[in-house]
């Protein structure tokens, strides 16, 4: 059994020129010790197998591939596929799978074989904008490209796959997305053999999708690639956070002060108002006392009369 790739995933790209050697790695995880197997995968065609590595054994290859032409083998921790003198049908994903009992392993790498691009002539593709709007994470960009192509200069039969390829803004090297069918919006038809295909790509971002996005065409067993978007991801930076945290504990801090400052305004105001009300009453019960006394002394004097 082999585990199959995610038609989501991102896959790594490695550039050689036409004519030149390659080599293909894929990390081997210590408790893996059964058989290895490369596999290469053409544009629009399924997976074939290249060789069958099995510990320190002979590889074994595949009868559609030269064993001339290749080298393989397996060390400590990885396996190395080495491509000896690259041709233009070597271009093409190259899938390492590794079986065990439980656990299943499997990577990829893009091959793109750079030199010859007199087949995709009667290609153009176009992205707009250059430059993105920056754009926030948790929300949507729309990147956009459009192909024209001329089917009567087309040198090979099939339908075109649009792929679509993204380098990080570290300057890492550039990751295929693959996405759900061609994404085509409409096509229009300029004359009896040319046309131009729009394409558009929506993805929900987050901080690490930054980076340059190529609109790119897979045909005749290559890829013509267009001058890529650039997507700016806007962050809130660490001042900004900052400073907003200052503005809210400043604001609680305020709300907390003007409730105790109209507390101790009340508490002080109803104290004015018991001491002024002592007083008076004071008064009144010496008056009250006073005139009594009068009073008294009024009514003796009239029984002494």
């Given at each position: 059994?082999l ?17 030149e050697p ?8 210590k ?15 399924t997976?074939k197998l ?5 510990r ?15 080298s393989a083998?397996n ?5 190395k596929?080495?491509?000896?003198e ?10 390492c799978g ?6 299943l ?7 793109l ?7 995709t002539s ?6 707009q904008p ?9 929300t ?21 796959n649009?792929?679509?390829?993204r ?8 990751n ?12 229009e038809?300029r004359s ?8 558009q ?5 987050s901080?690490s999708?930054?980076g340059?996005?190529y ?13 890529g978007t650039?997507?700016?991801?806007q ?6 956070q900052?400073?907003?945290t200052?503005?809210?504990?400043l604001?609680a801090?305020?709300?907390i002060s003007?409730?105790i ?27 009250q006392?006073?005139q009594?006394v ?10 002494n009369?």
């Amino acid at each position: 059994m082999l585990l199959c790739f995610n038609s989501d995933s991102l896959v790594p790209v490695k550039m050689v020129q036409l004519g030149e050697p390659a080599t293909l790695k894929c990390d081997t995880p210590k408790e893996i010790r059964s058989k290895v197997y490369w596999y290469r995968q053409s544009v629009g065609d399924t997976l074939k197998l290249i060789v069958t590595l099995y510990r320190d054994t002979e590889p074994v290859y595949d009868s559609a591939f030269l064993k001339s032409r290749f080298s393989a083998k397996n060390a400590n921790n990885f396996s190395k596929l080495t491509i000896l003198e690259t041709v233009q049908e070597d271009e093409g994903i190259y899938h390492c799978g590794m079986t065990a009992w439980h656990n299943l392993e499997w990577s990829g790498t893009y091959l793109l074989v750079k030199g010859n691009t007199e087949r995709t002539s009667n290609y153009i593709v176009v992205q707009q904008p250059i430059e993105s709007n920056p754009v926030c994470p948790g929300t949507t960009a729309n990147l956009q490209c459009s192909v024209l192509s001329d089917s009567e200069n087309k040198t090979c039969p099939g339908d075109d796959n649009v792929l679509w390829f993204r380098t990080g803004s570290n300057k890492s090297h550039p990751n295929i997305i693959y996405t759900d069918g061609n994404r085509t919006n409409r096509c229009e038809k300029r004359s009896d053999h040319q046309k131009t295909c729009f394409y558009q790509l929506s993805k929900n971002v987050s901080s690490s999708d930054a980076g340059t996005y190529y609109c790119a065409v897979a045909t005749c067993g290559e890829i013509l690639f267009g001058n890529g978007t650039t997507l700016d991801i806007q962050e809130s930076s660490v001042w900004s956070q900052t400073a907003s945290t200052v503005v809210f504990l400043l604001s609680a801090v305020m709300c907390i002060s003007l409730f105790i400052t109209a507390v101790l305004i009340y508490i002080t105001k109803k104290n004015n108002s018991d001491h002024h009300k002592a007083p008076v009453l004071q008064k009144n019960i010496n008056d009250q006392k006073t005139q009594e006394v009068l009073n008294g002394n009024i009514i003796l004097i009239n029984m002494n009369f």
